[in-house]
């Protein structure tokens, strides 16, 4: 066996017997991130040096402890960009690239139509979701706000290439300069009930912000708060999505239905048949 196969696959026992899901994927993606080179590219080292060996024997220790692997490399990709992620900042999931590609699809309808369209993220985070819709629908006008401190400094990093008009504030009252005029709301909001903090993995419980976790004592809280302003910003006609937990299929669309505001209110699997996202379209 090479000296590769064995580290890795001593790596990759150390992170099983520590419960993390994807031992062996998060093996190599280590590795390759102390060689400087990609997973795919782990097939030509032959030898690794002991500065590198050292180095990566820490970085598999920390992933034992469940410290998030995008913490330890700095990165994470999202669609077709690539962000900066570390402490401070909720991680994106690939479920919720679904939800972009639907905002991304909303808002190159309307720019095929000669008008600008107007986007919205709110609870932006890292700033992924905007970030994405900017880099894929060049002509959109994206507006992007996140109440966390240390959040909305990872997204000013990560949206400093684009022409994103990122704010600071709360989704409840950010853009009232826009009220009536926005064609895309996105959010990826807070959704877990308190009471089920012992059900949340360690790498969301201990390391991403609370803020972006925990919303009321059903986890409905802040889309209730969402379906409130989404009325307020989008133009009559516009639409909505948002992120909730897969166990939210029914209660998550049941917040737009009751008000009656809305129509084409669905609900969105992910690529695992789970209950992923809703869209809805103001109706008034």
């Not at 709110?122 to 700033?127: A, R, V």
Request: some cysteine.
């Amino acid at each position: 066996m090479s000296q590769r196969r064995a580290v890795l696959a001593a790596a990759a026992e150390r992170l099983r017997q520590a419960g993390v899901p994807s031992p062996q994927h998060d093996a190599e993606a280590l590795l390759a991130h102390v060689l400087g080179t990609t997973r795919a590219d782990l097939v030509v080292v032959e030898d690794i040096a002991p500065s590198a060996l050292e180095e990566y024997d820490g970085l598999v220790a920390r992933r034992a402890a469940r410290e998030p692997l995008q913490h330890l490399t700095g990165t994470v990709g999202f669609r077709h960009v690539e962000l900066s992620v570390g402490p401070g900042v909720f991680v994106p999931r690939p479920e919720t690239e679904l939800l972009a590609g639907w905002a991304v699809e909303q808002a190159a309808v309307i720019a095929a139509s000669t008008r600008t369209p107007v986007v919205v993220d709110l609870c932006t985070g890292s700033g992924a979701i905007a970030k994405a819709i900017a880099t894929e629908v060049p002509a959109a006008e994206v507006h992007a706000v996140e109440l966390d401190e240390g959040a909305h400094r990872w997204a000013g990093r990560n949206l400093l290439d684009t022409s994103v008009d990122l704010r600071h504030g709360d989704m409840a009252t950010a853009f009232d300069d826009l009220l009536g005029r926005v064609d895309v709301v996105t959010c990826n909001p807070p959704y877990i009930p308190l009471d089920a903090w012992e059900s949340v993995a360690p790498e969301a419980r201990d390391h991403d912000p609370h803020l972006a976790l925990f919303s009321g004592a059903d986890g409905l809280a802040a889309i209730r708060v969402l379906e409130r302003r989404a009325a307020e910003l989008l133009r009559t006609g516009g639409v909505v999505g948002f992120e909730h937990a897969d166990v939210q299929g029914e209660s998550a669309p049941a917040v737009f239905t009751a008000t009656g505001r809305w129509v084409d209110v669905r609900d969105h699997a992910d690529l695992a048949g789970r209950a992923r996202f809703t869209t809805a379209r103001l109706a008034r």
